[in-house]
């Protein structure tokens, strides 16, 4: 059965049969919507699934709101009311001075992070500090663990990070046991055997922990693929 034409609804026959614009044209009805010039397939333009000549295509056109007397008033009085909405909160938090932030469960690992940090940073200006000093090291280990340094005699903060010839391992926290040998790269690393045990040991982010070997006392981040809980 022969499809209808697109604009003159009669059967269209093979011999004379235009497909465009998901249509079947006759050759003379496939013509511009406006001007009615005979198109081909190289000349037309579609718009709605109708064709048209260049001259007649339709174009996108914008509409522009103009600054009407009503408009502007309009917008006059939405200011206004911000204004008025702005100074009516502004009255109500007078006087309060701060706000309560809730201790959530993010802003508690945040926290805590932070303070790891802050500990990984004081153990490596203490480890600075101590390079810089001239002072010679006692020959008694005894004495010198009993004769802090001058660097040492400072009082630590609560968790604060002590040196890690001068801390003795906590027993409590998490356990982990070193499963490959690595080699600390920075100052605040710490450096494993296969098989080291690692205490109190916590995640700092993705792919590091914090611990504490307990084979050389050394506190500090370690790769966390190096290590599995035990």
Same mark, same amino acid.
């Given at each position: ?112 992070? $932070? ?32 004769? +802090? ?10 968790? $604060? ?67 599995? +809980?035990?």
């Amino acid at each position: 059965m022969n499809p209808p034409c697109g604009r003159c609804k009669k059967p269209v026959y093979p011999t004379e049969k235009i497909n465009c614009l998901d249509k079947y044209w006759h050759k003379g009805c496939f013509s511009c919507e406006v001007c009615k010039m005979a198109l081909s397939m190289t000349n037309y333009k579609g718009f709605e699934k109708k064709p048209y000549c260049s001259m007649h295509y339709p174009k996108t056109s914008f509409t522009i709101v103009t600054d009407t007397p009503e408009n502007l008033r309009l917008k006059q009085q939405t200011m206004l009311n911000s204004q008025a909405l702005y100074k009516e909160e502004f009255e109500k938090n007078k006087g309060k001075g701060f706000s309560v932030v809730v201790d959530t469960p993010e802003l508690q690992r945040l926290k805590k992070t $932070q303070d790891q940090i802050s500990n990984i940073k004081y153990h490596e200006e203490f480890e600075k500090s101590k390079v810089r000093s001239d002072a010679p090291l006692p020959e008694n280990r005894q004495d010198y663990e009993e004769q +802090p340094s001058s660097v040492e005699k400072f009082s630590h903060p609560a968790g $604060q990070l002590r040196p890690a010839a001068a801390v003795a391992p906590s027993s409590g926290g998490k356990r982990y046991q070193a499963m490959y040998s690595y080699t600390a790269a920075e100052a605040d690393e710490v450096s494993l055997r296969e098989g080291d045990v690692i205490l109190d040991v916590e995640p700092i982010d993705d792919g590091w922990v914090f611990g504490c070997n307990q084979r050389t006392g050394q506190r500090g981040m370690l790769p966390a693929n190096y290590v599995r +809980p035990v």
